[in-house]
């Protein structure tokens, strides 16, 4: 992908996400910087360190939109994470190590995708000889070598079954291919092969037996099976492999949320495997170390991380001080506004009320919107969310579908095919619910 400059990422997020321009800002400088580091010579480019974030906010300001929106924006390797599954290394759990092999397993079905669409061309030529192979399989045939008849007619018939398959008429009809399929250590140990050593899935996986069998599948459907089976045979493996870990090692980032939940002062009753603990093992990751993979081992030292938290009952300093200082950079994103809400109702792509006309749409209805309606559903929210807990943006979800309850249920069998959201409806909906503070702690 062509990179992005700063504005233009920041312009590309504002597309989604109201407001929070701080954090916009410093998600694009650091996304910048990893390019800017290509270009420096190779011996200083080693050390620059990545700008790893923090981002402080309630829940439902934009943190994890953010981040969603990064990974489509980049191109680079990318992985969610929360840190509250992790355990330290040695008890029951994942360790942190676990997030680096998920991002090159994502990384490595990237490259993959790319690798697969570069042999299409001659995978789908395969794919079409072997769908004739089984259409007019060789043993109907009993044409000796010197039968020249015999085999100008099959050729004949072969001629016409290709023009019939490029055609599409012949997609339906049912044929019976083999299918090789390998087990996996998680397929067979669920959990415990999660967990186990790298060099122990390595082992276990080339001692499981592929299983083979017959199925009776659709043209179509085997066309699908058989070009995967091609674009595995013409795409190098060990190339995929390289190519991923380098892509991790120098453009990956790791989305670390939740992070405030492993803050706090050490356990005085313990070890604090889920807090302190992580924190120990999240050190070194995040520092720069390498970690085996069964693909082979990566460096984390360039990886950029981006954590994020709402820190209601800690604070960043509550980290340990090793940790705060491999994240420089500190963004603190603001409570959501009246008028936040009413520009997350009309401005981003995926508006909420886009949806809802969309998803009615589908059912022959038209909705529209009086902008008294959206003024009183982002007053609502902002009450509500002040007054009993602040769940940010997602207050709306609750609120729209609470408006659109009964319009949703009776959508196949109304005869007004045009309704107008208004803002006397909001309130005719919503209003005893705003009123009752015990009643909207349940349903708003």
Not at 337 to 350: A, G, M, T
Not at 427 to 444: A, M, P, T
């Amino acid at each position: 992908m062509t990179p992005l400059t700063c504005k233009q990422i920041v312009a590309e997020l504002d597309k989604y996400i109201i407001g929070q321009q701080d954090a916009k800002r410093a998600v694009a400088v650091a996304i910048r910087s990893r390019w800017r580091r290509q270009q420096l010579p190779e011996q200083m480019r080693q050390d620059v360190a990545p700008r790893n974030i923090i981002m402080i906010g309630p829940t439902g300001v934009g943190k994890t939109e953010i981040a969603r929106r990064l990974a489509s924006l980049t191109g680079a390797p990318f992985i969610k994470v929360e840190a509250t599954k992790y355990t330290e290394v040695g008890y029951h759990g994942r360790d942190v190590e676990s997030m680096i092999r998920d991002l090159l397993d994502s990384a490595i079905a990237m490259v993959r995708g790319e690798m697969t669409e570069s042999v299409k061309e001659p995978a789908q030529g395969h794919v079409e000889d072997r769908l004739l192979e089984y259409l007019l399989p060789r043993a109907e045939w009993k044409a000796g070598a010197e039968d020249e008849e015999a085999a100008a007619r099959r050729q004949r018939t072969l001629d016409k079954l290709r023009e019939q398959l490029r055609g599409g008429t012949l997609e339906d009809r049912q044929i019976e291919i083999s299918i090789e399929e390998r087990s996996t250590v998680v397929g067979v140990l669920g959990q415990a092969g999660m967990e186990m050593d790298v060099e122990f899935q390595n082992m276990f996986e080339k001692m499981l037996p592929s299983k083979r069998e017959t199925r009776r599948l659709s043209v179509a459907d085997a066309r699908r099976v058989l070009f995967a089976q091609e674009a595995e045979k013409l795409i190098d493996k060990e190339k995929i492999n390289r190519t991923a870990i380098e892509r991790v090692e120098q453009s990956g980032i790791v989305f670390l949320d939740e992070i405030d939940k492993v803050a706090g002062p050490p356990s005085q009753h313990g070890p604090d495997v889920s807090r302190q603990g992580v924190q120990r093992d999240l050190l070194p990751i995040v520092e720069g170390s390498t970690v085996i993979t069964k693909y082979g081992p990566v460096k984390t030292d360039h990886i950029l991380f981006i954590a994020a938290g709402a820190f209601h009952s800690s604070k960043p300093s509550d980290l340990m001080p090793e940790l705060q200082g491999r994240f420089p950079i500190r963004v603190e994103l603001a409570d959501l506004s009246k008028e936040d809400f009413v520009r997350i109702l009309r401005e981003p792509r995926n508006a909420l009320t886009k949806q809802q006309i969309a998803l009615l749409a589908t059912e022959g209805i038209e909705i529209a919107f009086a902008p008294e309606a959206i003024e009183a559903m982002a007053q609502i929210a902002y009450e509500v969310n002040r007054r009993d807990q602040n769940i940010g943006a997602r207050r709306l979800y609750t609120i729209l579908e609470k408006v659109f309850e009964t319009i949703s249920f009776d959508a196949p069998d109304v005869a007004q095919k045009r309704v107008t959201i208004t803002a006397d409806y909001v309130r005719q909906r919503l209003g005893e619910i705003v009123k009752d503070e015990d009643l909207s702690k349940f349903i708003l």
